[in-house]
């Protein structure tokens, strides 16, 4: 069985988000969606806000592509999620080239630590590319209308913090 791990803060989970899991689901035959901790980004939703609307997100995208999806937080090192969760791959979404320097070492590090586990990127579609949860952030607070970044529900909740 192909497992694979897509890892991020999904602070809120946005379009591209939803776009790189989608092609990733086509890819294994289980993906785990890591949700990591990290504190240090000051997340705006919490640990459980995240994981709900990941878990809302991904129940659809399961049944339209007949892959397992499951949510893992994580607070540990990726590559350490990665075994915990028995992923032999990783994987990235790259939007620009800024993202790419950034995950070669990533890969660097990961694979220092264990050659077994595999990276793969996958680009995010076109309309995708510009989308960044921070901006997504910054637009709600101010009033923005972020329909174009996020599903409705997301909105709905970014709405409700803002």
Same mark, same amino acid.
């Given at each position: 069985?192909?497992?694979?791990? +897509?890892?991020? #803060?999904?602070?809120?989970? #946005?379009?591209?988000?939803?776009?790189? @899991? /989608?092609?990733?689901?086509?890819?294994?035959?289980?993906?785990?969606?890591?949700?990591? @901790?990290?504190?240090?980004?000051?997340?705006?939703? #919490?640990?459980?806000? /995240?994981?709900?609307?990941?878990?809302?997100?991904?129940?659809?995208?399961?049944?339209?592509?007949?892959?397992?999806?499951? $949510?893992?937080?994580?607070?540990?090192?990726l590559?350490?999620?990665?075994?915990d969760?028995?992923?032999?791959?990783?994987?990235?979404?790259?939007?620009a080239?800024?993202?790419?320097? +950034?995950?070669?070492?990533?890969?660097?590090?990961?694979?220092?630590?264990?050659?077994?586990?595999?990276?793969?990127?996958?680009?995010?579609?076109?309309?995708?590319?510009?989308?960044?949860?921070?901006? $997504?952030?910054?637009?709600? /607070?101010?009033?923005?209308?972020?329909?174009?970044?996020? #599903?409705?529900?997301?909105?709905?909740?970014?709405?409700?913090?803002?």
């Open positions: 069985m192909r497992i694979g791990l +897509y890892p991020g #803060t999904f602070d809120p989970i #946005t379009l591209g988000h939803i776009d790189i @899991i /989608r092609r990733a689901a086509a890819l294994v035959d289980r993906l785990v969606i890591g949700v990591a @901790i990290n504190r240090d980004k000051g997340p705006l939703f #919490t640990l459980e806000e /995240r994981v709900a609307m990941i878990e809302a997100e991904c129940a659809k995208l399961s049944d339209q592509m007949g892959t397992e999806i499951a $949510v893992h937080p994580f607070e540990n090192l590559i350490d999620c990665a075994h969760v028995g992923a032999q791959i990783i994987i990235r979404g790259l939007r080239v800024a993202d790419f320097e +950034y995950e070669f070492q990533m890969v660097g590090m990961n694979r220092a630590m264990d050659a077994s586990v595999e990276t793969v990127f996958l680009m995010s579609e076109t309309r995708h590319q510009a989308i960044a949860s921070k901006l $997504v952030k910054e637009i709600a /607070r101010l009033g923005g209308d972020v329909g174009k970044f996020v #599903t409705p529900e997301v909105k709905n909740a970014l709405k409700e913090k803002f």
